[in-house]
């Protein structure tokens, strides 16, 4: 477990710096020289230096994903917050609860369908991937009131699609207030 622990301690830290990077903001206690903004003046720049951080949280996915599959709540949590920084918290749930049962289905929006184009797919599975969650979630509400309409107040108390939106609205919200706009848009 530890190499997956430092991996998301490593990719923690470095989503801080790049937010102290972008924003121009620095802790008082570090040498200016390590935040200091290099590359992302120029359009080409801001790309490429999105590109990778973007690269990396994809790789800490990994980590993310193989903590989900642990049985301890703290794993399962961490695996979630790996996720929560690219605003795809449900994958907690949609792994195991849609993907898991439905591999290789057509209600599985995790597989590709033959011959179908990649940035149709990434759009579908990530559409696709909130909605089943959602609907899962819905119909757990149902049996668990025996009910077949789901009061509003119990959808957005009991709901975890939207605990999921407040965890990452609060995400968004922290880093506008600490590092600014520019950040909130990185």
Known sequence: MGPLYFFVAYDFITWIWCLCVISGRSPEWAPKFLFEDKISHSLSGWCLFTFVWGYM??????????????????????????????????????????????VATPEDSATARVGENFFIFTLRSAIGGHMN?????????KTKYE????????????????WFAT?????????WVV???RALIF
């Open 57 to 102: 949280a994809g790789v800490n996915g990994l980590a993310g994903h193989e903590l989900i599959h642990r049985r301890e709540t703290f794993n399962k949590g961490l695996g979630m917050l790996t996720f929560s920084k690219i605003f795809y918290s449900h994958f907690l749930l949609e792994h195991s609860s849609g993907h898991h049962r439905n």
């Open 167 to 175: 965890l990452q609205l609060s995400i968004m919200a922290l880093i």
């Open 179 to 181: 590092f600014g706009t």
């Open 147 to 162: 009910c077949e309409k789901v009061p509003l107040m119990t959808l957005l108390t009991e709901n975890r699609m939207t």
């Open 133 to 141: 969650t959602w609907n899962r979630e819905v119909s757990r509400l």
